[in-house]
């Protein structure tokens, strides 16, 4: 704890030294969150990086959510506590195949998740995240074929909410959420009989047809915060916990493990910790570069999707 106690007085002293900004995704470690200026979705941290004076964005959460706080601001510097926080969405959509995709079907509008790479924001028409993907889809004229990457599940959600027909979807998947089973969450729901069923819609179908909200990460946060039932069966990544137990807590969560390791937690943004961010907020290192060229064409897309909502 001493030692603990140690790293997170140096972590705020280099923060006031190199005037920068912490930003922290939900799913990080409790001690990162603890020290964070904003806890939030990834594209709602990055939109928070606008906002403050300083020169220096520390990203605790994966890759891609720093490329995106880079392409938003990219006159500051952004740098992670470790470069190979990953995530499968990102690895199962590569640009190249992409763009072969595109060629193949070059009439169709290209809605890219959040989760993806800025070399495949860049070829993308428009973003969207777990929280508006509804509504961007919905945005695109009914008779235009959408090609919808890299979530199959999202893509699978949103082609069921908006009744979209045309849609081809990718078949990528989020390693933590696509593989919760429908078992064990109907095993849960025997033991807590009482409790409802938040999910996000990176989930599986038959999970889905179980809960009673579905909704983006910050969005399933508020809606248990906010509900008047007092205990909850949540089907995402347990870092959640942090906040929910925070903001409510005289309330009881309930997180079911998934297949892969019998947890509920990613192993990319478990990859950050005190002595990772410490480090990097010394050495400014490692930071994400992108070509100003990328900047720009990854950055319509993002915008065209403000836009929307």
Known sequence: MIATATIADEILALKREKKAILLAHHYQESDIQELADSIGDSLELSRKAQQFEGDVIVFCGVVFMAETAKILNPSRIVVVPDKDAGCS???ACPVDQLRAVKARYPDHAVVSYIN???AVKAESDIICTSRNAVDVVNSIPADKPILFLPDINLGNYVKKQT???NMRIWQGACIVHATFPARKLSQARAQHPEALVAAHPECPADVLKMADFIGSTS???????THEGNEFIVMTESGVSHTLNK???NKTFHFIPNENCNCSECPYMKRN?????????KTLQPRIEL???MIERARAPIERMLAVR
């Open 291 to 293: 070509a100003p060229e």
């Open 273 to 281: 910790s005190l002595e990772k961010l410490r480090d990097c907020l």
């Open 116 to 118: 993806t790479s800025a």
């Open 89 to 91: 969405l990102v690895d």
């Open 247 to 249: 903001r409510a807590p």
């Open 219 to 225: 969005a399933i946060i508020d809606w248990c915060v």
């Open 163 to 165: 009744g979209r027909t």
